[in-house]
């Protein structure tokens, strides 16, 4: 392994602490998941020995199949949810980070150990070639999908449009946290959102998130999965 994952995730550490002070914010309000999919577990293991314990992954199999290895660490799926992989995503994940449908809602507290937190997807720029459910029809999912007994909606989650400057994103992620607070208005549990990977998390983080995805930064670019 070419790449120092306990070094690079130390200096990921320092730059949340930072944007938190900046922010305004405790750095116990910020939780990171190291984002592993297609990466060895001779990284994660790395990051694991450093005290790291959210790891995300895309990808049901791997999170079946990592989760098995080390059902001690918290594993999170992030990734688009179909409906044959679900089998492999209900009994090991600890969050569900892009949950948007009620079958797949419906089937996930099926096959979950217990009540699983989930967040909504939101395609908060309305992209066609994205996946997640519209700004505006987002609250109203919420409650669909909070009503399915196994299911607990905890926040939303975002993956903004590409732009060249990190801080450009921030729109995206303030539309996020305000349509959050509106909810928690309205009596919605959404105390959480997922949002910020390795290049914006540091803004993400000025404008609310209580979870950032960060891969790249911790473990070097991806393996071909």
Same mark, same amino acid.
């Given at each position: 392994? =070419?790449?120092?994952?306990?070094?690079?995730?130390? &200096?990921?550490?320092?730059?949340?602490?930072?944007a938190?002070l900046?922010?305004?914010?405790? +750095?116990?309000?910020?939780?990171?998941?190291?984002?592993?999919?297609?990466?060895?577990?001779?990284?994660?293991?790395?990051? @694991?020995?450093?005290? !790291?314990?959210?790891?995300?992954? =895309?990808?049901?199999?791997?999170?079946?199949?990592? *989760?098995?290895?080390? +059902?001690?660490?918290?594993?999170?799926?992030?990734?688009?949810?179909?409906?044959?992989k679900?089998?492999?995503?209900?009994?090991?994940?600890?969050?569900?980070?892009?949950?948007?449908?009620?079958?797949? @809602? !419906?089937?996930?507290?099926?096959?979950? %150990?217990?009540p699983?937190?989930?967040?909504?997807?939101?395609?908060?720029?309305?992209?066609? =070639?994205?996946?997640?459910?519209?700004?505006?029809?987002?609250?109203?999912?919420?409650?669909s999908?909070?009503?399915?007994?196994?299911?607990?909606?905890?926040?939303?989650?975002?993956?903004? %449009? +590409? /732009?060249?400057?990190?801080?450009?994103?921030?729109?995206?992620? &303030?539309?996020?946290?305000?349509?959050?607070?509106?909810?928690?208005?309205? *009596?919605? %549990?959404?105390?959480?959102?997922?949002?910020?990977? =390795?290049?914006?998390?540091? /803004?993400?983080?000025?404008?609310?998130?209580?979870?950032?995805?960060?891969?790249?930064?911790i473990?070097?670019?991806? &393996? !071909?999965?």
């Amino acid at each position: 392994m =070419s790449v120092d994952v306990a070094a690079r995730l130390a &200096e990921v550490r320092t730059q949340v602490d930072a944007a938190c002070l900046r922010a305004g914010r405790t +750095p116990e309000e910020v939780h990171l998941v190291a984002v592993s999919k297609t990466h060895p577990l001779e990284a994660i293991e790395a990051a @694991a020995a450093t005290g !790291q314990q959210d790891f995300g992954e =895309s990808y049901a199999q791997e999170l079946r199949d990592k *989760g098995a290895a080390r +059902p001690d660490l918290r594993w999170h799926f992030i990734g688009r949810i179909q409906t044959n992989k679900i089998k492999y995503i209900a009994p090991r994940a600890h969050r569900v980070h892009a949950l948007e449908r009620l079958d797949h @809602a !419906q089937a996930l507290a099926k096959r979950a %150990p217990g009540p699983l937190r989930c967040l909504l997807a939101v395609n908060v720029a309305g992209e066609a =070639s994205k996946s997640g459910v519209a700004a505006h029809e987002a609250l109203e999912a919420v409650r669909s999908l909070h009503g399915v007994d196994g299911i607990e909606m905890v926040g939303l989650m975002t993956l903004p %449009p +590409p /732009v060249d400057d990190p801080e450009d994103a921030g729109l995206w992620f &303030e539309q996020l946290a305000d349509l959050a607070a509106r909810g928690r208005k309205q *009596g919605l %549990p959404l105390t959480e959102l997922s949002m910020g990977m =390795s290049h914006d998390y540091e /803004v993400a983080i000025a404008h609310g998130a209580t979870w950032i995805r960060v891969g790249t930064a911790i473990f070097g670019p991806r &393996e !071909q999965a």
